[in-house]
């Protein structure tokens, strides 16, 4: 359970530094996502039921996109590059022509949606990434006791060097070029993760993901 995760990390002074930091940086500047936002991957996706997990880096940090899922953004702004880019690998994939950029209902199914950092500065990407990184090492350390199948799939080398914590002999990996416009030319296209994770999952007999 992921409370239980909470109450150890709790009890650590990186913990307590950490929020002190948080707190202070929402109560003086503009940040993203919205405060109680902020842990919703964790509210939303619960440990037992993880059967996927997308590592991503930092919440958007312009106004009204960050959600607190990695990747998700809300349906009445205009959809991300790097999301508008998922959806079409989803399209090529599965067939799935996706319009809802709110990715709640992947969560709801087991996809945890983590980003490295789960707090940034407005106009200012990776501000609060160093001082995050620790507790989201962490969850993902957590998540390796999970002897349920889960699925990693790590987009691009900032996800990927995150590739040493999973050693889980039940999990598996999926990687490739992030989807960014930057990314998604360079092996994201065609990497096909979505039925990749259900055949996984399909294989061991885990109900599928409706992506």
Same mark, same amino acid.
């Given at each position: 359970?992921?409370? +239980?995760?909470?109450n +150890?990390?709790?009890?650590?002074?990186?913990? =307590?530094?950490?929020?002190?930091? &948080?707190?202070?940086?929402?109560? #003086?500047?503009?940040?993203?996502?919205?405060?109680?936002?902020?842990?919703?991957?964790y509210?939303?996706?619960?440990y037992?039921?993880?059967?996927?997990? /997308? &590592?991503?880096?930092?919440?958007?940090?312009?106004?009204?996109? *960050?959600?607190?899922?990695?990747?998700?953004?809300?349906?009445?702004v205009?959809?991300?590059?790097?999301? *508008?880019?998922?959806?079409?690998?989803?399209?090529?994939?599965?067939? /799935?022509?996706?319009? #809802?950029?709110?990715?709640?209902?992947?969560?709801?199914?087991?996809?945890?949606?983590?980003?490295?950092?789960?707090?940034?500065?407005e106009?200012?990407?990776?501000?609060h /990434?160093?001082?995050w +990184?620790?507790?989201?090492?962490?969850?993902?350390?957590?998540?390796?006791? #999970? =002897?349920?199948? /889960?699925?990693?799939?790590?987009?691009?080398?900032? *996800?990927r060097?995150?590739?040493?914590? &999973?050693t =889980?002999?039940?999990?598996?990996? &999926?990687?490739? *070029?992030?989807?960014s416009?930057?990314?998604?030319?360079?092996?994201? @296209?065609?990497?096909k993760? @979505?039925?990749?994770?259900?055949?996984?999952?399909? +294989? =061991?007999?885990?109900?599928?993901?409706?992506?």
């Amino acid at each position: 359970m992921w409370s +239980e995760f909470f109450n +150890e990390i709790k009890q650590t002074e990186y913990y =307590n530094n950490l929020k002190h930091f &948080i707190n202070n940086e929402y109560n #003086n500047k503009v940040c993203y996502p919205p405060y109680n936002d902020m842990f919703k991957a964790y509210h939303l996706t619960e440990y037992e039921n993880v059967k996927c997990v /997308i &590592i991503g880096q930092d919440p958007y940090h312009t106004k009204g996109y *960050a959600n607190g899922l990695a990747f998700s953004v809300p349906n009445d702004v205009k959809i991300s590059p790097s999301l *508008a880019n998922i959806f079409k690998e989803l399209e090529s994939d599965l067939g /799935i022509k996706r319009t #809802n950029t709110d990715l709640s209902d992947w969560a709801k199914q087991g996809v945890f949606l983590l980003n490295a950092g789960l707090s940034v500065v407005e106009g200012n990407p990776s501000s609060h /990434i160093k001082y995050w +990184e620790e507790f989201t090492n962490k969850t993902i350390e957590y998540l390796e006791k #999970n =002897n349920n199948v /889960i699925v990693y799939i790590l987009w691009g080398n900032y *996800a990927r060097s995150k590739k040493s914590l &999973i050693t =889980n002999k039940n999990h598996y990996v &999926i990687e490739s *070029a992030h989807p960014s416009p930057l990314g998604a030319f360079k092996g994201f @296209f065609g990497s096909k993760p @979505f039925s990749k994770v259900n055949k996984i999952l399909k +294989e =061991n007999n885990i109900e599928e993901i409706k992506w």
